[in-house]
């Protein structure tokens, strides 16, 4: 009897500890699960926190209203086809011309002043930097500048104004519904109109701010030469592109002196004959009729 006592005793012990064991075992392995999901769920939101915060910054960016200015100043050779292709790709790529003016004369027929355009174009903000680019493997760039407009303030001042003059239009609606004496109908009806105009305009001024953000400013400088300036030269260079300048105004220069006795030369000559015959003319009148020996008599007793 003790002997079966003790054997029993010794099952329930055996029970027991298997059962602490593996109660132990579960909730150590429990612990390491939610240790391993929490450290998912930790190196997620590590993950995905760059992310989002990315994803927030280009939505703030695309939201800022920018205008964006660019000016190139270009040299050719060719300045008939160098100003066709300039028009002709503008209007290519989406753009349009705002302003053009032209001055001076062909440089290759006169040698004296060189053709010069000034393009202010509207280009696609999205195709600014290909347009830039195009023109710089066209012509020679000598100088190029930019700088962007930020007006995201005053656009969204702009776009508050607006939907609070349309919410005052909406209660003056409202408010002239209900009116019942005339002295009040003309109230509202006038503070409608001036409601209305300040709408118009704040509509107008947001259309025209899309369009400076939709359409960037490029103004182009177009300078026919017969030769590049250049950046870097060396002396040898240097000394060259001397030559051929005084050479272009040593031909410069005979060619105006040309032109001098061409056009110029015959009308001198034609004026001191007509002077020459106008003095000869007065002296035969003053001779003839003594006054030019009394001034001579008078001349003598001076001295």
């Avoid at 012990?13 to 109660?23: F, H, K, P, R």
């Avoid at 450290?39 to 990315?54: C, D, R, W």
């Avoid at 004496?181 to 001036?194: G, Q, R, T, V, Y």
Wanted: charged share 25%; net charge negative; proline share 1%.
């Amino acid at each position: 009897m003790k002997r079966l006592s003790c054997i029993l005793l010794t099952l329930i012990i055996i029970l027991s500890l298997s059962s602490c064991g593996s109660t132990s075992s579960y909730s150590s392995k429990q612990y390491l699960a939610s240790d391993s999901n929490k450290s998912t769920e930790v190196s997620m939101e590590g993950a995905g926190a760059p992310k989002a915060e990315n994803q927030s910054s280009n939505s703030a960016l695309q939201q800022r209203k920018l205008v964006k200015h660019s000016e190139m100043e270009l040299q050719t050779k060719d300045f008939d086809k160098a100003l066709n292709e300039i028009i002709s790709y503008v209007e290519q790529i989406g753009g349009y011309i705002e302003s053009q003016q032209v001055s001076g004369r062909n440089l290759y027929n006169t040698n004296i002043n060189e053709r010069y355009a000034s393009i202010n174009a509207r280009i696609p903000t999205e195709k600014l930097n290909q347009a830039e680019e195009k023109f710089s493997e066209l012509y020679n760039v000598t100088n190029h500048s930019s700088y962007i407009d930020d007006i995201t303030d005053s656009y969204f001042d702009a776009d508050a104004r607006l939907n609070s003059a349309k919410l005052k239009e909406q209660r003056l609606l409202e408010l002239l519904e209900k009116a019942q004496s005339m002295e009040d109908i003309i109230a509202i009806e006038s503070k409608l109109s001036d409601v209305r105009y300040e709408i118009e305009s704040l509509t107008a001024s947001l259309s025209r701010m899309d369009k400076q953000v939709a359409f960037s400013y490029l103004n182009l400088h177009l300078y026919e030469v017969i030769e590049y300036d250049r950046t870097e030269e060396n002396f040898g260079e240097r000394l060259l592109g001397t030559f051929k300048r005084a050479k272009n105004n040593i031909i410069s220069w005979a060619g105006s002196c040309f032109s001098f006795i061409i056009e110029d030369l015959p009308i001198i000559i034609l004026n001191l004959a007509v002077f020459a015959l106008i003095v000869y003319a007065l002296t035969a009148i003053l001779k003839k009729s003594g006054i030019l020996d009394k001034f001579r008599r008078l001349f003598k007793k001076e001295k």
